[in-house]
């Protein structure tokens, strides 16, 4: 009985000393690094509930307003200048010159409506907001506010022009706003484009 015990004891220790020596043997194997490479095959629709996808949107829905209120208010400053400067000698022709600074308050209603309709389209309680909505939004409020900066600085310019050439020779008028109508023009494809690529932004979804 007690040889019986000693070989069984024999038995656990050698057993023992095996598990160490595989334990050891692991870990002193290198690491395998494995050189087959396999792509992501998600799509960029198939980010759900990713942090950075608001971002993104909220970021165009203030470029939107920001850059179309920045062009609104260098036109209405710059063309306030010329009515200002024109009033003293004709104030007779003031509420006629107050055109350009009534198109140029006009901008910033373009920027508004894009950023109402972007920060409508991002709700915090779905979870399938994507970064590709985001992306859209982002180029959204890019797209109406850059060009309603651009079509201030235009209307501005010629409208401070304008007004003062006005006072002078009435004729110019109609050319004046024929010009202001061009400038305006530059806003209203932005404001058109931020639409259809706001619109953009739901289809991920849909998909």
Request: contains cysteine; hydrophobic residues 45%.
């Amino acid at each position: 009985w007690a040889k019986g015990e000693k070989a069984e004891k024999k038995k656990e220790v050698k057993k023992k000393r095996e598990r160490e020596r595989e334990e050891v043997a692991i870990r002193e194997q290198p690491p395998q690094i494995s050189v087959s490479h396999q792509p992501n095959k998600r799509k960029m629709a198939a980010f759900s509930g990713d942090e950075t996808a608001p971002f993104f949107g909220f970021l165009g829905a203030a470029a939107a307003l920001v850059f179309s209120c920045m062009g609104a208010a260098y036109g209405t400053a710059k063309s306030g200048v010329g009515v200002a400067s024109m009033g003293v000698m004709r104030p007779e022709l003031v509420m006629k010159s107050i055109v350009p600074v009534v198109m140029a308050g006009v901008l910033g209603i373009y920027g508004l409506i894009i950023a109402v309709i972007i920060s409508t389209g991002i709700n915090p309680k779905a979870k399938s907001y994507y970064l590709f909505d985001g992306y859209a939004h982002l180029s959204s409020g890019l797209a109406c506010g850059l060009a309603g900066l651009s079509a201030g600085m235009a209307i501005g310019i010629v409208g401070d022009a304008g007004v003062r050439a006005n006072a002078q020779q009435p004729k110019l008028f109609v050319g004046m706003i024929l010009i202001l109508i061009f400038a305006e023009a530059l806003a209203l494809y932005g404001l058109i484009v931020g639409i259809i690529l706001s619109s953009r932004a739901g289809q991920s979804r849909a998909d």
